[in-house]
C-alpha cells in the first residue's frame, strides 16, 4: 500500500486549512479569550485603557438579587422546557412508530415547528395567546385577569416554556422515533404475544432501550434551555424578561447588560458563571444519570 502523501509540498496542507482555522480563531477562540480578559478588567464602553479590577466584577455579579433571579428562571425554564418536550417527543415517537394510518404525514407535521426560528415562533405565540385576541381571551372576559403574561410573571414564564416545548418537541421527536425504530422487532413480537398491551411494551421493552437517546437529549435540551440562541430568542421577542424580570434568563441578561448597560466586563463575568454552571449540570448529569443508562 502506497502510503505517500498526496501533497507535494509539507505547507501545501497548511495552506488549505489556513482560511478555515483562521476563521475559527477569529469567531470562536478570539472572543473567548477576549471575555476571559474583559471579566478580571474594568472595560471601558467607549474606549481607553482597561483597568485590572481581579474579581471585582464576579464579586458585584454574585451580591446582585436581580442576577439570582434569572439562575433560578433559568433552572425553572432549562428544566420544565426539556423534561417536557423530551416527554412529548417520546409520546409522539411512540405513537407514530405503531405505524398507523397517516403516520408519514403526522411525521412531516411533528418535525415543522423545529424549522422555525425562535423569535418567529414567540411572535406568533403572543397573538396565538394573546389575553385580549387569543385563544384564551373568552375565559378572560369571564374571569377578567385568568390569562395575562403581560401583568402576571407567573403566566409570561408559563408562556415562554409553552413556546420553547412547541418548537423542541419535533427535535425530540426525530431522535426518539430513530431509536425506536432501531428496537429489535422480535422482541416487540414477543412482548405481544404474551399479552403485553402498547403501554406496557413501551415501558418494559422500548423505554429502556431509549436510554442513550434519552440522556443525549437530556444534556443537550438542558443545554438549550441555558445558552440556545432559541432561549434567546423566544424569550426577547415574547417578553422580554418582564414583567418584573420574571422571565429574564440568564442568556438574555447577559445580553442586555452588555448592549443596553454597556457594562462589558460584568456581562463578561456573568457569561464565565453561566459556562461554570453548565459544566457543573452536565457533569452531575454524567455522574448520577449515565451510570443507569446501559449503551448495550
Known amino acids: 500500500m502506497d502510503k505517500r ?26 472572543p473567548a479569550i477576549s471575555v476571559v480578559k474583559w471579566a478580571f478588567t474594568l472595560e471601558p464602553p467607549f474606549g481607553g485603557a482597561a483597568e485590572f479590577v481581579g474579581w471585582a466584577n464576579f464579586q458585584e455579579v454574585f451580591a446582585d438579587p436581580f442576577y439570582w433571579n434569572s439562575v433560578v428562571v433559568s433552572l425553572i425554564f432549562a428544566f420544565c422546557g426539556a423534561s417536557v ?60 385577569d385568568f390569562w395575562n403574561p403581560a401583568k402576571y410573571s407567573a403566566h409570561a414564564l408559563i408562556l415562554v416554556i409553552i413556546i420553547f416545548i412547541w418548537k423542541w418537541a419535533g427535535y425530540t421527536f426525530i431522535f426518539l422515533l430513530a431509536g425506536l425504530q432501531s428496537v429489535p422487532r422480535p422482541l416487540i413480537e414477543a412482548a405481544a404475544l404474551d399479552g403485553s398491551g402498547p403501554i406496557r411494551r413501551a415501558i418494559d421493552i422500548q423505554v429502556p432501550l431509549l436510554a442513550p437517546t434519552l440522556f443525549f437529549l437530556l444534556v443537550t435540551m438542558m443545554t438549550e434551555g441555558f445558552v440556545g440562541s432559541d432561549t434567546f430568542g423566544i424569550v426577547e421577542r415574547t417578553t422580554n424578561g418582564g414583567p418584573n424580570h420574571g422571565t429574564e434568563v440568564m442568556v438574555l441578561r447577559i445580553v442586555n447588560e452588555a448592549f443596553q448597560g454597556l457594562n462589558y466586563s460584568g456581562a463578561s463575568a456573568q457569561s464565565i458563571v453561566l459556562i461554570g454552571l453548565i459544566m457543573i449540570f452536565t457533569f452531575i448529569q454524567f455522574r448520577f444519570i449515565e451510570k443507569r443508562v446501559h449503551y448495550k
Open 5 to 30: 502523501s498526496v501533497f507535494k509540498s509539507w505547507w501545501l496542507p497548511i495552506a488549505f486549512a489556513a482560511p478555515q482555522l483562521l476563521l475559527i480563531f477569529l469567531f470562536f477562540y478570539w
Open 85 to 144: 418536550a423530551i416527554l412529548i417527543g417520546l409520546v409522539l415517537a411512540l405513537a407514530v412508530d405503531r405505524e398507523l394510518p397517516g403516520s408519514g404525514l403526522f411525521r412531516f407535521v411533528y418535525i415543522l415547528p423545529y424549522a422555525i426560528a425562535g423569535p418567529a415562533a414567540g411572535m406568533a405565540f403572543r397573538f396565538i395567546l394573546s389575553p385580549e385576541r387569543g385563544l384564551l381571551a373568552p375565559l378572560n372576559a369571564i374571569y377578567p
